[in-house]
């Protein structure tokens, strides 16, 4: 959908500011019960009351850490919580602490990745930086919506092994009037499909293929297209329309109705 000009305006900003503020939040992850740690994951591990237990490593290939005076431990795949648990045993197996209090922070997600796919500027994937991205943000690191993109886009990943889907309204998101702003998984895809578009031809000034805008009607349609002719008449409007089965079929709407994806408009002659 083409918006209108402030509207597109405040959206580059918007876009603009997100970019930015995804960049800073590559510095710190906020830690999420959620996540699971993977090869390329930076992590903080932090002992209470004993700083020289605490150290900062990178999960390796395999999935594992080199603890200092524990040897190799395996936390890929493993939950933050799971991944503390599995530090703090490995402390008291080894006999260093009886009650260690082991507290892990991601300070970097390198192994993971979202797919940013169809109508944007930038299209890859992109790693998850930090475990609370948002699909705002990713949008944001991928150049934004492009100028054929849809406003609406579709996040589809997995959620506690089950199939996840989530259509979300960016307009609405960037207008602060959508809730739906959702935290990315590793393995996300958002998809932006191409809007929607309708034909004109006929007695119209600019006969071509157009966006629907939400909510768009006949009328709205026809002055898209620059308005009707000396010789039109908008009173001699047909839609010829493909049914859900793929029919074709011609109506004779009213100004005031919908258009819909795929309407080929033909502004008739007057019959004066």
């Known amino acids: 959908m083409k918006l209108p000009r402030l509207v597109r305006s405040t959206i580059g900003v918007a876009v603009l500011a ?6 800073s939040a590559q510095q710190d992850a906020a830690r999420s019960g959620d996540y699971r740690l ?22 390796s290939e395999s999935g594992v850490v080199n603890y200092p005076l524990v040897g190799p431990i395996q936390l890929g795949g493993l939950t933050v919580g799971e991944a503390e648990q599995r530090v703090a045993k490995g402390l008291r197996d080894a006999n260093i602490l009886k009650a260690p209090q082991v507290s892990i922070n991601v300070a970097t997600v390198r192994g993971s990745q979202v797919a940013v796919l169809g109508e944007v500027n930038k299209p890859g994937r992109f790693p998850l930086e930090t475990t609370n991205v ?10 934004g919506v492009n100028q054929n993109g ?30 739906d702003d959702v935290t990315l998984q590793p393995g996300d895809t958002i998809f932006v499909a191409k809007a929607p578009t309708f034909y004109i031809s006929g ?20 002055a898209a297209g620059g308005g009707i002719t000396n010789r039109g008449s908008m009173g001699r409007i047909r839609i010829t329309r493909t049914q859900p089965d793929g029919r074709k079929v011609t109506i004779d709407p009213r100004l005031t109705d919908a258009v819909r994806p ?11």
């Open 18 to 23: 997100l970019a930015g503020g995804f960049a």
């Open 38 to 59: 993977s090869a390329g994951d930076s992590i903080k591990v932090q002992v209470y009351q004993n700083p020289e237990l605490s150290f900062e490593v990178r999960v």
């Open 134 to 143: 948002r699909v705002s943000e990713m949008l944001a690191a991928a150049g």
């Open 150 to 179: 849809d406003d609406r886009v579709v996040v589809t990943g997995t959620r506690n092994g089950q199939p996840f889907r989530k259509e979300v309204d960016v307009q609405a998101l960037f207008a602060g009037q959508s809730t």
């Open 203 to 222: 007695e119209a000034q600019k006969p071509g293929t157009y966006r629907i805008e939400r909510g768009m009607t006949v009328q709205q349609a026809v």
């Open 262 to 272: 795929g309407d080929v408009l033909v502004v008739r002659e007057s019959i004066f």
